[in-house]
């Protein structure tokens, strides 16, 4: 099945960059598209809810008027991610503004739900489903998601225990469509790993964290630089959900990196809370086990031309360097 245009034009490298609450905001979704790669940020992280017609207003207006300057070389599309738990008492103004702007991609979490593919491809927009096993990429298929996310072990945020093999062959025995994949994904060989396991593209986040554009505190950021694979701590405390956070910040936040409770998944709660004083992803940072690769805080443009050269050379490596893959632009 071939890809939708959305994911298979104006791209420099086949990445979404994943949506990061708090962190991720106009700045810095503008600048990965400009980059060549498909930002993205959370509706919620617009606050107050008003903010959010501003925030695209800002972003539609800027990359249409990059592409007018530069018709050789347009920014790559944007997303939206909109969590559609029940708790989310803004869900349906938010649709709502990203209908009025014609949002290309929707990405959805934490439930997969029809009314909301409909609403959304009634404009035109695609969806993807961000899941953690092949149970629920069935059930975000039948509800009607155009493309799914696999969420594999070792991801940012709220991230599954499964191999990215695994996840990705199953998903693959049965669905053709639109798949990404998430998972300690910060290197441009990773990117290439990652189409030649199966996915479409690469969905790639905690690296965006140390960029200059990125809303995070300056000690996250540095922290990320200073962290690797085995600081990071899996817990489902922080908000009910099981989720990959940095074990500096949990100790910062005085708590027991290796004695924490699991939290009730009942208590979930997207609108206002969590589950301890120390909230995620304020004070409790999230971070995924590829942030070894990461080595300093650069603008996210520099980072997008470090991840294409790893990319360039990891196909070199392998001797198909002028086998450029679908999503590439030329």
Same mark, same amino acid.
């Given at each position: 099945?071939?890809?939708?245009?959305?994911?298979?034009?104006?791209?420099?490298?086949?990445?979404?960059?994943?949506?990061?609450?708090?962190?991720?905001?106009?700045?810095?979704?503008?600048?990965?598209?400009?980059?060549?790669?498909?930002?993205?940020?959370?509706?919620?992280?617009?606050?107050?809810?008003?903010?959010?017609?501003?925030?695209?207003?800002?972003?539609?207006?800027?990359?249409?008027?990059?592409?007018?300057?530069?018709?050789?070389?347009?920014?790559?599309?944007?997303?939206?991610?909109?969590?559609?738990?029940?708790?989310?008492?803004?869900?349906?103004?938010?649709?709502?503004?990203?209908?009025?702007?014609?949002?290309?991609?929707?990405?959805?979490?934490?439930?997969?739900?029809?009314?909301?593919?409909?609403?959304?491809?009634?404009?035109?927009?695609?969806?993807?489903?961000?899941?953690?096993?092949?149970?629920?990429?069935?059930?975000?298929?039948?509800?009607?998601?155009?493309?799914?996310?696999?969420?594999?072990?070792?991801?940012?945020?709220?991230?599954?225990?499964?191999?990215?093999?695994?996840?990705?062959?199953?998903?693959?025995? $049965?669905? /053709?469509?639109?798949?990404?994949?998430? !998972?300690?994904? +910060?290197?441009?060989?990773?990117?290439? %790993? #990652? @189409?030649?396991?199966?996915?479409?593209?690469?969905?790639?986040?905690?690296?965006?964290?140390?960029?200059?554009?990125?809303?995070?505190?300056?000690?996250?950021?540095?922290?990320?630089?200073?962290?690797?694979?085995?600081?990071?701590?899996?817990?489902?405390?922080?908000?009910?959900?099981?989720?990959?956070?940095?074990?500096?910040?949990?100790?910062?936040?005085?708590?027991?990196?290796?004695?924490?409770?699991?939290?009730?998944?009942?208590?979930?709660?997207?609108?206002?809370?969590?589950?301890?004083?120390?909230?995620? $992803?304020? /004070?409790?940072?999230?971070?995924?086990? !590829?942030?070894? +690769?990461?080595?300093?805080?650069?603008? %996210? #443009? @520099?980072?997008?031309?470090?991840?294409?050269?790893?990319?360039?050379?990891?196909?070199?490596?392998?001797?198909?360097?002028?086998?450029?893959?679908?999503?590439?632009?030329?």
């Amino acid at each position: 099945m071939a890809l939708p245009s959305i994911l298979a034009e104006r791209l420099r490298l086949p990445v979404l960059c994943s949506p990061l609450f708090i962190i991720s905001n106009p700045d810095l979704v503008i600048a990965q598209c400009k980059a060549g790669v498909i930002g993205s940020f959370p509706t919620l992280n617009a606050r107050p809810a008003s903010q959010l017609d501003e925030w695209l207003d800002r972003i539609t207006t800027e990359l249409a008027d990059h592409n007018a300057r530069h018709p050789d070389r347009p920014a790559a599309p944007f997303a939206v991610n909109q969590i559609v738990h029940r708790s989310n008492d803004r869900l349906e103004q938010d649709l709502e503004l990203c209908a009025k702007y014609k949002v290309p991609i929707t990405i959805t979490s934490l439930g997969a739900r029809e009314e909301v593919n409909q609403q959304v491809h009634s404009y035109g927009g695609i969806v993807l489903h961000d899941i953690i096993n092949n149970r629920f990429a069935r059930k975000a298929i039948d509800k009607g998601a155009d493309g799914l996310i696999a969420v594999a072990a070792g991801a940012g945020g709220h991230a599954g225990t499964q191999s990215p093999f695994a996840l990705i062959r199953e998903i693959r025995d $049965w669905f /053709d469509g639109p798949l990404l994949l998430s !998972g300690a994904i +910060a290197h441009g060989a990773s990117i290439l %790993a #990652a @189409r030649a396991a199966g996915a479409d593209l690469a969905y790639v986040g905690s690296a965006f964290i140390a960029t200059d554009e990125a809303r995070a505190d300056e000690r996250y950021k540095e922290m990320i630089v200073d962290s690797g694979a085995s600081d990071i701590v899996y817990s489902s405390l922080f908000t009910g959900v099981h989720g990959n956070y940095l074990r500096k910040s949990i100790v910062r936040a005085g708590l027991d990196p290796d004695d924490l409770p699991e939290s009730d998944p009942s208590k979930m709660n997207f609108g206002s809370g969590g589950n301890t004083k120390a909230k995620a $992803w304020k /004070d409790i940072w999230g971070a995924g086990q !590829g942030i070894g +690769a990461v080595r300093d805080i650069v603008p %996210a #443009a @520099r980072l997008v031309e470090r991840l294409a050269a790893e990319y360039a050379e990891a196909q070199e490596r392998l001797g198909y360097a002028t086998a450029e893959p679908q999503a590439l632009r030329a």
